[in-house]
């Protein structure tokens, strides 16, 4: 069959070499961000200095810094400092560690950020999940209340095991892994954790003293109810009045963002009254519990704690593994919205390695797990943070409290501690998102589901796990399904779209349009054929007229971005099938990487290159024309085809 | 910003409901096949008819039965029979259970399986590949020598596994799951496999006594090697003169496809001659071995038998689960292309339940494992089957066999079982594909060698279940990463094509057309959002000169056929971001799934109907009206846009 009608060629041209194809898909792969675009021009030595830069972000900012800048950096430092104090006390309360490592947690990491963090915002601090979840997976294996030396050993061994996981991490590039905690994923986990955070509060508001190690909604319950008999009236009406104020501070920075300030200091005010309280009205004689013996003095070193005897390896490291991956993913996704807001990049690979080194030079000098919380994150921003130096003002603040101060929050009621985590946690329980989510994805709100009740009724590493394996079983059956449509050609126009979303469209009679979604794998190959298939037969079965038999089937492969061999042969054997029946094949605008593949697998040669064409109208014009010039043998031929069918 | 261009609408209709919604990807996903489209519209009791007739085959072809189709049957059955007897002696042995359940195995499940399968050229009986592997995993549990009594009751628990999983599988429609065994996977496995079989198979050709219950390459040959005492020349001699025979008769077949019976009864000539040899040589005094002890009689119940001891229950159900599997794939597989062949169609649900039936059935009958291997069901096609009555006919057949001719193939030399098992395996390494592979696609071939590799080296589960996690790894990654590309037009045209496939596509100054691979997911929707990024970037890094600002962001989603919640949120994060940049995104081609979506999720209002274009074309010609009458502020914007950059 010659066409005499000119239509624009598909390019044929030989495939990329092997090197080539395999460079460009790691590049996007692993290096998305294209680090290095910038530098490719230059000469070596300012290369080399670029190349530094990229890897210690202090080498960029520490030249241009100034006065200027350090007076917003001041600000801001001292803001979270006010923060970190209360939180890193509660939330050390949280892992069952001594109250002192949460102040030392907040002292060496940021130090370590400032000089390889590429954020300009992040601030450096412990957070609640990832406590509560240290607790749990430890407190499993080595009670906290029977040997707290041990267990405190374990929580160093994990941060440093979180850290090596992190740094590997980064160095593979492997920030991709970030990408598999989906939004609806985190969350879910994160409502859930406030959940069961804010009840286990309770023990502290009532001040109860026995309770239970696990986590999840109903021994939480029983726990707190099962204890009546220890409920302290006093604890909660200064619990209730404390949790009020932290709330009222809340609104008014809703109100107000201007005012932001007031919910940033609210839990050192609450601290420092309820220090103050305390210490002149003999709370603890009260059933007030306070937190009791603070050392003064820096950081003693940890690194000879470090357990890796064999017993406690597996717990210890799926430890550190889970709450590094959950602390990274906060982390990073904080530090990227930022960023976004500001119109800069952060790199998802670096801050792995930033958090990394954080986590292992912590776990030499009693720190625990850090990374950047959102609650202190967001207030460096609004403080007005300009460079990672808030961070060292913060670490710098923290010294001279662990050097003169510490001991004044000794004083510090449990249950001052309690009302700041509760607060913290309330604003974490996301419903408005959740009801958006059930709303427009119904499957996303499964996830999140999943996440949220797994996490409030199971425990928090089967929720975060079940909600994960949920969101890849979406992505594979994704993969395996992937749409096709029948597509119509829109009156007065070359358009042709999908039949069932523009009714107007009409389908050209004797060609069959469909619209192949991409990929085409081995997983939906088969899917594919009898999709194809199907259609063939709906669209002869359900007319009897002869000028309905279809002669050509069009491919339009202009959203498939890749094919595998399986691929490829399926459509090897769609061939012989459509030939069998007197169906034309013909192949519309394959991408790059699938003509790559067709040409490698003679595929072009096969159906020849003259079935090939770069788009629809090209297509059925040419397809008329060989319908009106085999216009004499059409009735024989569509006879036939009807018969086989 | 009024624009006069007429230009086609984007269907901005309701969503559909969710339940339609549901009901349609629920029927894409488990029904792709659509069984019931024929019958919608008729009687109830033509319906009830057709309904039974779907799920009991045998009712849709048996009321046409006649006479000249039995003709055909009659001649394919006896064929294929003189193939199972051989085929049953040996991979029995191969199972480490005695050869007269090799017999039994295809005297019940043919019955069954005509009655059931959807296939019409599918010939039952037992497979190399997972005989060995049964006798691997049950034998790591009971030893087949030491307690052989044990070990073939586990092996009838680990079918009746196999049957409650296929069948379940079958009724809950997951199908889905054999397409994730890909094309590359199955080659590598059954290349593996048949590698491990064929030097197993030197014990038989050697006559060696003591044996290896490891089936990996290494400890195999060092079983061999190691007993060189035991070595026998005559058995040798004549494994040798039956290899060279059989494998003269595959010869034969390939240059005649005519002579397929010459392959076909080969091994029956061999076990017939060799039967012949060992009685009147007394082999049995010279080294060579005999199978021995073939009892009279049918198959005797063993539903007693099955053994659900705590202790065995892991192995079992294991061993019953990926044999199973494999077994389902292999069978599908087969009857799918030959359907494909005859322009039929094969339902894999339906076929995993007549699999599964036929193997709980066969675990009461004292029949192990079976499906339908490829080589019998080759030559069950080529003999001209028209039905399943093939089947019966081989049943009839053994029934015969087992009643009155069973004891004289207890004289069958074992060397000539390896013969035929060595031949049978050569056939399945298929190298030309690896090659084939190894050009097209090397992830592909790195999938394929796992398979093969791990099956040879290692085990033939953790080779196997290596290579289905690479392909998995490789669908999730895809997914991660789909492919964008920048388009320019094509001069002359309204076609807008990939910049780097089409050398003579030109971009649009002042307009980026992007064309985003599909799905928008979560586990992609950060790399989407820094790669668009990244693209206006280089834009605008590129050129120094100011027509080059980039005005309007077109994205082109004529190929996105899913988004979820977090791909709806980086578009909204993307508008924003380049919103700060003075640049203006707009929309084109979304398809139904995608915009029902965006117009839950309000995006669509949010970035207003006028930025969403059918075409690119449309949108482009809209995009020059605007730039052209904001001629005038042109400068200034573009400069301000820059500064920003």
Known sequence: MTNPIQHQAVNFAAPRGFAAALKADCKETFFPDDPFHKSKHEKPLSKLKKTIQYFIPLFEWLPNYNLRLFRYDLLAGITITALAIPQGISYAKLANIPPIYGLYSSFIPPFVYAIFGSSKHLAVGTVAACSLLLSETIGAKASPKDNPTLYLHLIFTSTFFTGVFQTALGFLRLGILVDFLSHSTITGFMGGTAIIICLQQLKGIFGVKHFTTHTDVVSVLQAVFRHRDEWRWQSAVVGIIFLVFLQFTRYVRQKRPTLFWVSAIGPMVVVVVGCLFAFFAHAEKHGIDIVGDLKKGLNPPSIQYLNFDRQYLPVTVRAGIVTG????????????????????????????????????????TSCYLTTGPFSKTAVNFKAGCRTAMSNVIMGLCMMLTLLFLAPLFSYTPLVALSAIIMSAMLGLINYKEMIHLLKVDKFDFVICMA????????????????????????????????????LGKIPNSSLYRDTQQYHGSTPIPGILVLQLGSPIYFANSTYIRERVMRYIQEEQGDSDSKTDVIEHLLLDLSGVSSIDMTGIETFVELRRILGSKGIKLIIVNPRLEVMEKLTLAKFTDAIGKESFYLSIEDAVQSCRFSLLSNKTTMEESSNGAQTIV
Do not use: H, W
């Not at 904080?334 to 080194?357: C, V």
């Not at 409030?456 to 059956?477: C, E, N, P, T």
């Open 325 to 364: 991956l959950i602390a990274m993913t906060e982390g990073i996704a904080i530090g990227r919205s930022f960023a976004i807001m500001k119109n800069e990049q952060t790199d998802g690979n670096k801050e792995m390695i930033a958090f990394g080194f954080m986590n292992i030079i912590g776990s030499f």
């Open 451 to 486: 996440a949220f009740l797994g996490v409030s009724f199971i425990s928090m590493d089967i929720g975060l796990m079940l909600s994960v394996g949920l969101a890849l079983l979406r992505a594979l059956l994704y993969v395996a399904r992937p749409a096709a449509c029948k």
